[in-house]
Structure formats: C-alpha cells, structure tokens
C-alpha cells in the first residue's frame, strides 16, 4: 500500500485488475442510495405522465432523465474499479457528486412536468466536474497520464455543451440531446485508444448486479403499492391483489434472469467492456420503467387512468421485453445453448401478447416462469457449475 502524504492522501495509482476479493465498498454503497431517490422520483413522473395521457412526452422525459442518472453513477463506478484510493479527499469528491445527484432529482420534477432542465443541468454540470477532479488527479500520479487528462479535457468540454443546451430552441431539443449525449458517450472510447484503464471485471459487474437491484426493487415497491391500494379500496381487491402478486413473480423471474450467466466473462477487453457498459443503459432504463408500468396499470384499474386496457398492458409490458432481450444480448447470449438462446428471446417476445388477454399480467407471468424454468434445467455453457444459477 502506498505510504500517505503529509495530508494523508494516497498516491492514486492504477490498481491491480486482478485483485482477489475485490468487492463494492461501504462509499460505493453509500453512493448508490441517492441514486435510489432520484431513480424513484423519475419511476414516479414517468408514471403520472403515462396515466394522464402524455406517452410520449413522458417517455422522452424520461430517457433524457435516466440516461444522466445512469451515465453519472456509471462514470463513477469505472473511475472507482480503476483509481479508488477510499482516502478522505477521494470520499469528499464521492460526496460532492452525491449532493448533485439529490440536486439532480430534485429537478425532475419541473423537468417532466414544465419540460425545465435547469436545476436538472446545473446538477449534473456538478457532478460532473467532481469526477474531472478526480482524473486531473489521478493524472499526477498514474503512468496514464495521457488517459486521464483526456478523460478531464474531454468531460469539460461536454459540460459546456450542456450549458448551451439551455439556449437550444424547444423545437431542437431532441436533436441537440441526442448530439451531446453522443459527445458523452465518446470521451470514454477517446481516451482509452493512448492506453487502457484496468479494471476488475468481479468488481465491475457485481456494481451493474447492484444497480439492478435497486431498480428491481422499485417494481417490488409498485407490487406493495397495489396492496396498499387493495387495503383502502372496497372495490377491485381481486384484480388489486392479483396484479400484486404476479408483479412480484415478474420481478423475481427477472433478477433470476439477470443473475443467470456470469456477468464478468463480457468484460474481457474494451470493446466487450464498453458494449456491456453501454447496453446496459436499454437494461436499466426498462427495469426502472417497468414500476411505472405496474403504477400505470394499477391507475386503470381504479379507473384514475387516461390510458386504454391495451395501453395500460404496453406500459409493463415493453420493460419486461426490452430488459428480457437486453440482458440476452449483454451476458446470456455467449453461455446459453440452443434451448436457451431460444426460450430467453422468444419468451421476450411474447410477453407483448398479454395485452390482448382480459386478466393483467397473466400471460407475462407464465411466460417468465417458464423461461427461469429452463434457465433451472440448463446449465451456462462454459463455466464451471458452481457459476449457475
């Protein structure tokens, strides 16, 4: 270990990528909980936005939301496997961007509601440049110099891009959205080419197994929340209660689903880690849907809702197919056999037929259990047993 500074600040060197028993820190678990706020606040809008109507308003509220929250907390992690010194100075930075995270949801929002992205810019403008302090010094000591330095040039350089996104017309929003969220995403794939940062993959992809998790976990709050209204409700108990229990089925198929295939074997080199980084936003965005989903269809219901039955039944649907397909794609595709690479992408298109039956959630429910059931009777292909799941 590196001997501390007079300020008892530890040189940040690359660590080891090959460290043993590398698992999430007490800080990367303290970071994750305000994610779990601001994921929760953006769950909650894209709920009231589908039940009063405005789909697609919503929905690109939504995306333009998440893919902060995601890409933020993202950045974090990669940064962390490579350079976490868990010194006093690397944690005040760690808070920092934490601060901007809760700034951050607290303006979701105006920005779901009055299309204002102020509050939410200026938080993540934030959270950013925290992190840009964290690579200018990692700079002053790893032999990466080159890579670090473009990493902090390069995020900058986007902050200032977001900061025109204020002046941007209404009617050029989108492209303009599009266009620097594609400057984000290039600056990590820049700086790599001079020369890699390590990272632990054990350690990597236990944090996205986190993240999943918390998201996840809204659907099981959405699940309780049908309870809660069943309880005040003197009417619709059984289709209350039902759809509480098969969301919480739904939800547990896919963690199983999830958690199946080994995730670290995606992360061989950079391609394979900025394929599995990257794709995972379509993974997370659908899981944190899909409560909005359950809320949505709770609301038609109890007849609060201006969604139609088909309607209402797409909003839970979807997230379920599109997470389903996307973590095939990202990890189950490579060890799963015939059968799997069947049962796992068919079973994601059929859940998209439950709308056309009377009962919510029936048929998405039958079809999830029967994909972990072959999931249970087959075997990832290339791995050791003790890796199944």
Same mark, same amino acid.
Not at 120 to 125: D, R, T, V
Not at 305 to 315: C, D, I, K, P, T
């Given at each position: 270990?590196?001997?501390?500074?007079?300020? &008892?600040?530890?040189?940040?060197? #690359?660590?080891?990528?090959?460290?043993?028993?590398?698992?999430?820190?007490?800080?990367?678990?303290?970071?994750?909980?305000?994610?779990?706020?601001?994921?929760?606040?953006?769950?909650?809008?894209?709920?009231?936005?589908?039940?009063?109507?405005?789909?697609?308003?919503?929905?690109?509220?939504?995306?333009?939301?998440?893919?902060?929250?995601?890409?933020?907390?993202?950045?974090?992690?990669?940064?962390?496997?490579?350079?976490?010194?868990?010194?006093?100075?690397?944690?005040?930075?760690?808070?920092?961007?934490?601060? +901007?995270?809760?700034?951050?949801?607290? +303006? @979701? @929002?105006?920005? %779901?509601?009055?299309?204002?992205?102020?509050?939410?810019?200026?938080?993540?403008?934030?959270?950013?440049?925290?992190?840009?302090?964290?690579?200018? &010094?990692?700079?002053?000591?790893?032999?990466?110099?080159?890579?670090?330095?473009?990493?902090?040039?390069?995020?900058? $350089?986007?902050?200032?891009?977001? @900061?025109?996104?204020?002046? $941007?017309?209404?009617?050029?929003?989108? #492209?303009?959205?599009?266009?620097?969220?594609?400057?984000?995403?290039?600056?990590?794939?820049?700086?790599?080419?001079?020369?890699?940062?390590?990272?632990?993959?054990?350690?990597?992809?236990?944090?996205?197994? !986190?993240?999943?998790?918390?998201?996840? +976990?809204?659907?099981?709050?959405?699940?309780?929340?049908?309870?809660?209204?069943?309880?005040?409700?003197?009417?619709?108990?059984?289709?209350?209660?039902?759809?509480?229990?098969?969301?919480?089925?739904?939800?547990?198929?896919?963690?199983?689903?999830? %958690?199946?295939?080994?995730?670290?074997?995606?992360?061989? *080199?950079?391609?394979?880690?900025?394929?599995?980084?990257?794709?995972?936003? @379509?993974?997370?965005?659908?899981?944190?849907?899909?409560?909005?989903?359950?809320?949505?269809?709770?609301?038609?219901? !109890?007849?609060?809702?201006?969604?139609?039955?088909?309607?209402?039944?797409?909003?839970?649907?979807? #997230?379920?197919?599109?997470?389903?397909?996307?973590?095939? $794609?990202?990890?189950?595709?490579?060890?799963?056999?015939?059968?799997?690479?069947?049962?796992? #992408?068919?079973?994601?298109?059929?859940?998209?037929? *439950?709308?056309? !039956?009377?009962?919510?959630?029936?048929?998405?429910?039958?079809?999830?259990? +029967?994909?972990?059931?072959?999931?249970?009777?087959?075997?990832?292909?290339?791995?050791?047993?003790?890796?199944?799941?």
């Amino acid at each position: 270990m590196s001997r501390a500074s007079s300020l &008892r600040l530890r040189p940040m060197l #690359p660590r080891d990528p090959h460290e043993s028993g590398r698992t999430a820190s007490t800080l990367e678990l303290f970071f994750d909980l305000v994610f779990v706020i601001a994921v929760s606040i953006t769950a909650v809008q894209l709920h009231h936005s589908l039940s009063e109507g405005h789909v697609g308003a919503g929905i690109l509220s939504y995306a333009m939301v998440f893919f902060a929250i995601w890409w933020a907390w993202m950045n974090f992690t990669w940064f962390a496997t490579s350079f976490d010194t868990d010194d006093w100075l690397y944690r005040v930075l760690t808070i920092v961007q934490m601060g +901007g995270v809760l700034v951050l949801a607290a +303006g @979701v @929002v105006p920005a %779901f509601q009055d299309h204002d992205f102020r509050l939410a810019i200026l938080a993540y403008i934030v959270m950013r440049l925290a992190l840009v302090a964290q690579w200018l &010094r990692a700079s002053r000591h790893t032999p990466l110099r080159r890579t670090a330095l473009t990493y902090a040039g390069g995020v900058v $350089v986007v902050q200032g891009l977001w @900061v025109l996104f204020l002046l $941007v017309p209404a009617q050029l929003a989108i #492209p303009a959205f599009i266009v620097f969220a594609l400057c984000e995403l290039a600056v990590p794939v820049l700086a790599e080419r001079s020369a890699t940062t390590p990272w632990n993959p054990h350690h990597i992809t236990e944090r996205y197994g !986190l993240f999943a998790l918390i998201l996840l +976990g809204e659907s099981l709050l959405a699940s309780a929340n049908a309870v809660i209204e069943a309880v005040g409700e003197g009417e619709h108990i059984g289709e209350l209660v039902a759809i509480s229990v098969l969301a919480l089925i739904v939800t547990a198929a896919l963690w199983w689903i999830y %958690f199946w295939a080994p995730h670290h074997t995606a992360i061989t *080199d950079l391609r394979g880690s900025i394929t599995y980084g990257y794709g995972h936003i @379509v993974v997370f965005a659908a899981a944190g849907a899909l409560s909005a989903g359950i809320e949505a269809e709770i609301d038609y219901i !109890l007849g609060h809702s201006h969604l139609s039955a088909l309607g209402a039944s797409f909003a839970y649907t979807v #997230p379920i197919a599109v997470f389903v397909l996307g973590i095939w $794609v990202l990890a189950i595709r490579r060890h799963g056999d015939a059968w799997v690479n069947t049962c796992v #992408p068919l079973g994601a298109v059929l859940v998209l037929i *439950d709308p056309l !039956l009377p009962v919510p959630f029936a048929l998405t429910t039958i079809i999830m259990v +029967g994909v972990v059931a072959v999931l249970v009777w087959r075997r990832p292909v290339g791995v050791e047993a003790a890796h199944a799941g």
